[in-house]
């Protein structure tokens, strides 16, 4: 089965893309949008790093930019001409994203593969850490997680801190509900670190 994969370079988007291909479907393109911060359903924290992790995996990079939040005709066009079956996508609880990609998919006549779907987001993250996966937090948008976490790379050593840090904000580990954004700087098929200066990114509390 032939796949993209909606791409930012995030934990949950590296990760389904991660599983995708532990599940053996082919991964043929990496889709991103432009200027898409203010969107819950095309997160994307920074183009250029999505270029560089989209660089990283050797996998090509489609980009397209969306007409305003919530648009899906962007991505349906962005799509219809590939070569592929499905789309994968990182949501983990997200009904409102995961009803607008069934939509596309329905248009497209291809596959959804939501491989973190309602997994519990505390063992996704256990789990990418355990196989090697870089997770920096680069981005508060909340003044519910400490500001000491900004810039961390979470590891062995700070999971369960962080884990249990979330669980008392009730913010959601992985990030879906925005509280938080990550990048994975390294990790299994990426072919180069990615260097980060969390500097670039300024919080923002809402």
């Known amino acids: 089965m032939k796949v993209a994969v909606l791409f930012s370079g995030d934990a949950a988007s590296v990760y389904s893309l991660h599983l995708a291909r532990e599940a053996g479907l082919e991964v043929r393109y990496l889709v991103t949008a432009r200027d898409s911060q203010s969107s819950r359903i095309y ?9 560089l992790s989209a660089r990283s995996l050797a996998i ?4 397209f930019v969306a007409d305003s939040e919530g648009d899906i005709s962007s991505l349906i ?9 499905g789309l994968c996508d990182g ?15 329905k248009m497209l006549e291809i ?39 900004h810039g961390q790379v979470l590891d062995g050593e700070n999971r369960d801190e962080f884990l ?3 669980d008392e904000s009730e913010i959601d580990p992985m ?7 990550t990048i994975i700087l390294a ?3 990426m072919q180069s670190r990615i260097g980060v200066s969390v500097s670039a990114f300024s919080n923002q509390s809402p």
Do not use: Y
């Not at 997160?43 to 270029?51: A, E, M, P, V, Y």
């Not at 990030?175 to 954004?181: A, K, M, V």
């Open 91 to 105: 949501a983990v609880r997200s009904n409102r994203r995961r009803n607008r990609l069934l939509d596309v998919c």
């Open 187 to 189: 990790g299994p098929n």
């Open 111 to 149: 596959q959804l593969v939501l491989p973190l779907w309602h997994k519990d987001p505390s063992e996704i993250l256990a789990s990418m850490i355990e196989e090697g996966f870089e997770i920096m937090i680069v981005k508060l948008k909340s003044d519910r997680l400490d500001e000491s976490w």
């Open 43 to 51: 997160r994307s924290l920074d183009l250029h790093l999505t270029r």
């Open 164 to 166: 249990q840090a979330c």
């Open 175 to 181: 990030g879906e509900s925005g509280e938080f954004e």
């Open 77 to 85: 066009q962005a799509l219809r001409d590939l070569d592929i079956d």
């Open 60 to 63: 090509p990079l489609i980009e």
